[in-house]
């Protein structure tokens, strides 16, 4: 009816007139347990409060907020711009009716909500009003003159008082019997719905989706997109021919679902390949390399072992795998030392100025490179090698050859693998070794050499050279003195306790030890000598040699002496020689000098201090230094 008489101007006048209500009463029987009609509505009125879905101030559909003591239904937005909290509006919102209100509270004991419907009462206590309605009351309360008697300010506040409580009386069965017909009616759609979902999955079934189905039973958000679908929560009944026009877009969906699960077994198959063959790599890796050669820096840059570990490949046995994978390992090796080996020769060139016709690594200030994350020393062989755990900590970045699944699986592979950080951009960075080569030249200076030319043999013919460091300082409050005394080797490539206590990242200074001081440590210097050389041989034994110059590793002595000779061309390398050294060659240790008068328990206390900063030193007393 509401419907018929929006048609025409012919049916609107018709259902509005007065000889035409019994209509609208006879067709409120109809409806059950609807409650009596207020008496401020007409018949019209009171059904299109019921029944119209529509914003009674800014016409927008699908709105359901009833307001029952305001008669009206507002949407969200219309809400926040017409309601209004009773206290914000007495405070400040109209000033000009803060006296008219504060009349009626404290005159004739009445509050704005007793005499005003609020629109909404909230859990917290909280009146929200309607503004419209509000500002009415008080433009009809400022018409009554000052002059006016009190007897009718006083009925006309009794009359809006019994108004407003007639009408909330109406309020409560009004909403109960809303809620009722809004539950009986989301319920009835909600069947409709089911059925409507329960007649296409059958649909979907029978068109071999099944799997698909069972995939989005297992998956809490696919199953949401799913039934969130236009075509799957309509509330209308599903027939041949709507199944007819959503068929399409419904198989699209679902096909979608099909190529996610598809393409999660896919993942699921190379992340278990891809771990499958990094512990086949950490097997061979030990006797490809004494230094690390992860599983990860193979699968990343190797690019013929994705070949292996493809899934489209059915089958896929480890094992079978092993030769093919050692022979990848050895040439990417190959490659690396020669990837390593050139960088650092341009980072010498560069850094010293060095004309292509120079070796840099034949010079003193390139035949040791301390590594400046974990200050280890190595020589050529072993610094194109080391993989510091550090590097790890360097953003991770797809090779140009890499899909971005088999990256995204070799990733999290890295991430669970590597102790440090997210994943290795270089699995070997010349920036490691770079930073040590100023401290490095500057040592050489000290000794006296220009760092362009000078060799190792150049330095070591000088039997006597020692260093002093000068600006060696004991922390505060401590009153013993003593001083570092050490090769060139040390003193230029290793990090040791020699900088300032005040200014740990400063640069030891030195200057050259005199003959006198040299011969009072040559006996410590020896016992230091015998003491890493027996720590060497109980750590791993006289068998592990390897090459200054290249990466070749040899079990004895004499395979390194013959590897110098025939591929190097050194007439007369030996054991002590810096062409051949042992796996974990330790540089010569410093050796300190205390003065005579330090007493014995000041002589303690420096042990104390030195093995506090974890430090292996020999002391020595000396006078007049």
């Known amino acids: 009816m509401l419907w018929l008489s929006r048609l025409s101007k012919a049916f609107n006048k018709f259902f509005t007139s007065r000889t035409t209500q019994f209509i609208w009463k006879a067709a409120a029987l109809n409806v059950p347990d609807l409650p009596p ?3 401020e509505l007409t018949e019209i009125a009171y059904s299109s409060l019921l029944f119209d879905t529509h914003c009674h101030n800014c016409y927008s559909k699908n709105c359901y907020n009833v307001y029952w003591s305001c008669r009206i239904r507002l949407c969200k937005k219309c809400y926040g711009d017409l309601a209004v909290s009773s206290r914000d509006y007495y405070n400040s919102l109209l000033p000009h009716s803060s006296k008219a209100v504060k009349e009626l509270l404290y005159t004739y004991h009445f509050s704005v909500n007793e005499l005003v419907p609020p629109l909404a009462k909230h859990n917290n206590g909280a009146i929200t009003q309607y503004r419209p309605f509000l500002d009415k009351f008080l433009l009809a309360w400022k018409e009554l003159s000052d002059s006016e008697e009190k007897q009718k300010k006083k009925e006309f506040l009794i009359e809006h008082h019994n108004s407003t409580t007639a009408i909330m009386k109406t309020v409560p069965p ?9 539950s009986t009616r989301a319920d009835e759609l909600h069947d409709v719905r089911q059925a409507r979902q329960d007649a296409i999955m059958e649909k979907l079934k029978e068109d071999g989706w099944q799997i698909e189905l069972d995939y989005l039973e297992a998956s809490k958000d696919d199953k949401k997109k799913f039934f969130k679908l236009p075509e799957i929560r309509k ?3 599903l027939s041949p021919r709507i199944w007819a026009t959503i068929k399409d877009s419904v198989a699209d969906f679902m096909q979608e679902i099909r190529d996610k699960r598809l393409h999660e077994i896919y993942m699921a198959t190379l992340q ?18 004494k230094y690390r050669l992860t599983p990860p820096e193979c699968e990343l840059c190797i690019p013929e072992i994705f070949a292996m570990v493809d899934p489209k490949k059915e089958d896929f046995n480890v094992e079978d795998l092993r030769p093919a994978l050692r022979t990848l390992m ?8 020669g990837y390593a080996q050139q960088e650092l020769m341009t ?4 850094e010293f100025g060095l004309s292509d016709a120079i070796d840099p690594f034949w010079l003193a200030v390139g035949s040791h490179f301390r590594c400046a994350q974990c200050n280890r020393v190595y020589g050529l062989g072993m610094a194109v090698r080391h993989n510091c755990q550090h590097s790890w900590d360097y953003p991770l970045n797809k090779p140009e050859w890499m899909s971005d699944d088999y990256f995204a699986v070799i990733r999290e592979y890295i991430k669970k693998s590597s102790y440090y950080g997210n994943g290795p951009q270089f699995m070997w960075l010349v920036e490691n070794f770079r930073a040590t080569f100023a401290h490095a030249a500057a040592t050489i200076e000290d000794c006296g050499f220009d760092v362009k030319t000078a060799t190792v043999k150049d330095l070591d013919e000088d039997k006597n050279l020692r260093l002093l460091c000068t600006n060696h300082k004991t922390r505060k409050g401590d009153k013993i003195e003593y001083a570092p005394i050490m090769k060139w080797r040390t003193a230029a490539f290793a990090k040791h306790c020699c900088n300032s206590y005040y200014k740990p990242n400063a640069r030891p200074a030195y200057k050259r030890a005199t003959e006198k001081q040299v011969a009072a440590v040559k006996e410590s210097e020896e016992a230091c000598a015998a003491e890493a050389a027996l720590l060497k041989n109980e750590e791993h034994g006289d068998n592990d040699y390897f090459c200054v110059r290249c990466p070749e590793r040899f079990e004895t002595v004499g395979h390194a002496t013959y590897h110098v000779k025939e ?3 050194i007439a007369e390398p030996g054991k002590n020689d810096w062409t051949i050294f042992h796996l974990d060659m330790r540089l010569p240790k410093c050796v300190y000098l205390v003065p005579q008068q330090v007493r014995k328990g000041q002589h303690h206390t420096l042990v104390n201090l030195i093995k506090n900063k974890h430090i292996s030193i020999t002391i020595y007393r000396w006078e007049n230094w």
């Open 347 to 350: 980072a010498l060139r560069k």
């Open 567 to 569: 591929k190097h061309g």
């Open 330 to 337: 050895i040439d990417y090796l190959g490659k690396r030392d």
């Open 37 to 39: 009609r207020p008496e």
């Open 272 to 289: 278990s390949r891809v771990e499958e063959l990094g512990k086949v790599i950490a097997a061979i890796a030990p006797d490809i390399c």
């Open 235 to 237: 509330t209308q009944a």
């Open 174 to 182: 009004l909403e109960d019997w809303y809620d009722r017909c809004r």
